[in-house]
Nanobody
């Protein structure tokens, strides 16, 4: 079974940047579509941005507004989420997961093999 693990979270200042990473256990996942999600205290898990399986592009939730990007390093079996212009509302536990359906958006129900999450706190 595919395993993913997130790391790199921490404290960032408003307006600052942070890069978090997702490492996957199987090189066969190099071609799998990955999604990034987050869950703030007292709120439901929501999508952040998600790779599309067939189109080869990425779906972005509206609140990303060009601030976040996804990238890969297949030599390291890593997927990165770069977050710029961070806001206090970006404080959450961040998760990566593999797309398990043909959906094109960032619906958590379309994803599986969830990691344990990494905490991001945006505060001055």
């Amino acid at each position: 079974q595919a395993q993913l693990a997130e790391f790199g979270g921490g404290l960032a200042q408003p307006g600052g940047s942070l890069i978090i990473a997702c490492v996957y256990s199987d090189r066969n996942m190099d071609r799998e579509a990955v999604g990034w999600f987050r869950q703030a205290p007292g709120k439901e898990r929501e999508g952040v941005l998600c790779e599309r399986r067939n189109a080869g592009d990425t779906y972005y939730e509206n609140f990303v507004r060009g601030r976040f990007t996804i990238s890969r390093d297949t030599t390291k079996s890593m997927v990165y989420l770069r977050m710029n212009s961070l806001e206090a509302d970006d404080t959450a536990m961040y998760y990566c997961a593999l797309r398990h359906t043909r959906g094109d958006d960032c619906e958590p129900a379309d994803f599986g093999s969830w990691g344990q999450g990494t905490q991001v706190i945006v505060s001055s």
